[in-house]
Structures are given as structure tokens and as C-alpha cells.
Nanobody
Framework: EVQLVESGGGAVETGGSLRLSCRASGFISDDYVIGWFRQAPGKEREGVACISSSSDSSYYADSAKGRFTISKDKSKTAHLEMNSLKPDDTAVYYC???????????????????WGQGAQVTVSS
């Protein structure tokens, strides 16, 4: 059974940083993609970033590009380093994963089979 467990959420002030982590377990394939969606109150779920199992390709939403960095350990733990945080980054962040060999240019919420429980990130003004 595939399980995704997030950690590292919290509250910071504008300009601060947070590091989210997602420990993945139970994958039966070596080819998978892992990443993060977020959902703010009143807004659609937004794909933030994802990375291939080999860490040789990644995707970032325009809102995250240049501020966020996704990485993955050999132990299948993904990390999302979030810098220069803004109030608009406030959301519940969900770790997501699915069997796929490559990252594509975009993230469709319906296209991800496995979801974590979510971690709250709050950025105050």
C-alpha cells in the first residue's frame, strides 16, 4: 500500500521559509513522480512542483518558480524548500505521487492517484 506522510508545515511571516517533507512508502515500481499540490480557501487546487523518481526532471508552477525547490532523497522522501513566502502561499499542501517515468509540463489534480493528508502552511502579513 502506497502511503504519503507530510511534515514540516507551520506558520511564518512574509519573507520567511519553510521546508515540507513527504515520506513515501509502498511503491511497487521504481518509476514514479512525487510532488505537491496546494489548496487555498476559495481557490482551486494548484500543482506546485513535482519531481521524477530519478530526480532528473522536475516541474514548478509559475507561482513557485524561483522561490521553491523540490528535491528527493534516495530513500523516497521528497522535500519542498519554500523561500520568500508570501500570504498568497497560505494553503494546505498535499504530497502527491503516481506511477510515471517522467514529469510533464503541468499537474492535473485528477491525474494523481496517491495523496497525503495535507499540511497547513500559513504566511502572515
Amino acid at each position: 500500500e502506497v502511503q504519503l506522510v507530510e511534515s514540516g508545515g507551520g506558520a511564518v511571516e512574509t519573507g520567511g521559509s519553510l521546508r515540507l517533507s513527504c515520506r513515501a512508502s509502498g511503491f511497487i515500481s521504481d518509476d514514479y513522480v512525487i510532488g505537491w499540490f496546494r489548496q487555498a480557501p476559495g481557490k482551486e487546487r494548484e500543482g506546485v512542483a513535482c519531481i521524477s523518481s530519478s530526480s532528473d526532471s522536475s516541474y514548478y508552477a509559475d507561482s513557485a518558480k524561483g522561490r521553491f525547490t523540490i528535491s528527493k532523497d534516495k530513500s523516497k522522501t521528497a522535500h519542498l524548500e519554500m523561500n520568500s513566502l508570501k500570504p498568497d502561499d497560505t494553503a494546505v499542501y498535499y504530497c502527491v505521487a503516481d506511477a510515471a517515468p517522467f514529469v510533464v509540463d503541468g499537474m492535473d489534480p485528477s491525474g494523481w492517484k496517491y495523496w497525503g493528508q495535507g499540511a497547513q502552511v500559513t504566511v502572515s502579513s
